[in-house]
């Protein structure tokens, strides 16, 4: 159970802001999925990662 509660008023607060690449990340990262494969992926190798990056389409930027 994802411990968001997406009827929270609260939890949508700055999505008015929000660009296309915000509103995505707020989509995955609510998401329970990508949690625990995040979760797993990093503690494992490089590939890994990549892997993982291009499943989720996403790009971190430093």
Known sequence: MSEFD???PKAY????RA???GLAW???????NYR???S????????D???FRRRW????RT
């Open 6 to 8: 997406w009827r929270a």
């Open 13 to 16: 607060a700055n999505m008015h």
């Open 19 to 21: 660009d296309r690449p």
């Open 26 to 32: 707020e989509c995955v990262r609510r998401s329970p």
């Open 36 to 38: 625990a494969q995040y």
């Open 40 to 47: 797993a992926t990093t503690r494992a190798d490089r590939d």
């Open 49 to 51: 990662a990549a892997t």
């Open 57 to 60: 389409g996403l790009i971190f």
